[in-house]
């Protein structure tokens, strides 16, 4: 039946099964407004949905949402990457497509991507909020924790979930690749020490500055290449995520710009102030004061 509708129509179905899937809830005006179109319109796709998916949708009278359902089953087969454009941009809600622009780009994809069932448990923990039990493999073995989440990390390599683990009662990150199961703890509350608000890593923010490496050929080509005013960049980055920027974009941190290799064209003129930051041992050539 999908088949036989309108892509205006398959869109707004997919967005509905998406918002479903990733957010876990879905009021008529999320339609009106990614649509411009009228009430009348979205209650019609509503239903429509409920029609052809009847058992992924509930109605919570006291909050006036429509839910997912425990039972729920995707009716797209929206791509992690997909999903994940959309958390990050709003794009990519529609109907999963093959169609290409026509222009070509090359670029390398990521090596791993988290399994989109368990992604959703996550980012509707993070939407509601709540607690989620997780499974997870670590290179010290199988565990069982519960973690309140509260947001997604991209450290170039892997997807991660910030949030506080109850068991270390730490604010950590985990590898989503590496959850092997995730429950929603929707009757249990964060409590106010787990909030994000409260990780004192996330809510700090180091202000890095960048150079062109002293020891590298043509400087003047790094000050194009980065848009540098006066020789050099300033850049605000969480502390709790400085680290992995900073391997990411493969900047010498070492106090006397000692990293050869044509991948190290900046320098972190700064240094100094990653020290204390528990993210920085991911950092290019940084090394603690003690060593």
Not at 82 to 101: F, H, K, N, V, Y
Not at 162 to 176: E, N, S
Not at 228 to 257: E, F, I, Q
């Amino acid at each position: 039946m999908i088949h036989n509708l309108s892509q205006p129509q398959r869109d707004r179905l997919a967005f509905i099964d998406l918002r479903l899937r990733l957010l876990g809830e879905l009021r008529r005006q999320h339609l009106i407004d990614r649509f411009e179109i009228q009430a009348a319109a979205a209650t019609r796709d509503i239903a429509l949905y409920k029609e052809l998916a009847g058992d992924n949708i509930d109605y919570d009278t006291s909050s006036k949402t429509y839910v997912a359902s425990e039972t729920f089953k995707a009716l797209f087969d929206t791509p992690t990457a997909l999903a994940i454009s959309w958390l990050m941009t709003g794009l990519g809600d529609g109907e999963p497509r093959q169609q290409a622009p026509g222009i070509p780009i090359d670029f390398p994809d990521q090596l791993s991507w988290p399994k989109i069932d368990i992604l959703s448990v996550v980012t509707q923990a993070i939407n509601k909020p709540c607690p989620v039990l997780i499974s997870y493999e670590s290179l010290n073995g199988s565990s069982t924790r519960v973690i309140s989440p509260f947001a997604l990390i991209d450290n170039g390599l892997r997807w991660h979930v910030r949030g506080h683990d109850r068991k270390t009662d730490q604010f950590r990150d985990f590898v989503l690749t590496r959850i092997s199961k995730a429950e929603l703890l929707p009757d249990a509350p964060v409590l106010d020490h787990e909030r994000g608000d409260q990780d004192i890593e996330w809510v700090h923010i180091v202000e890095i500055i960048l150079v062109p490496h002293p020891d590298q050929p043509r400087p003047e080509v790094t000050v194009l290449d980065y848009g540098m005013v006066n020789g050099y960049l300033k850049v605000n980055l969480r502390a709790a995520t400085v680290g992995y920027t900073l391997r990411k974009w493969s900047v010498d941190c070492s106090p006397d710009h000692s990293l050869r290799g044509h991948e190290h064209r900046l320098w972190m003129k700064n240094w100094r102030v990653l020290y204390g930051v528990r993210n920085a041992v991911l950092a290019p050539g940084f090394k603690k004061p003690e060593d």
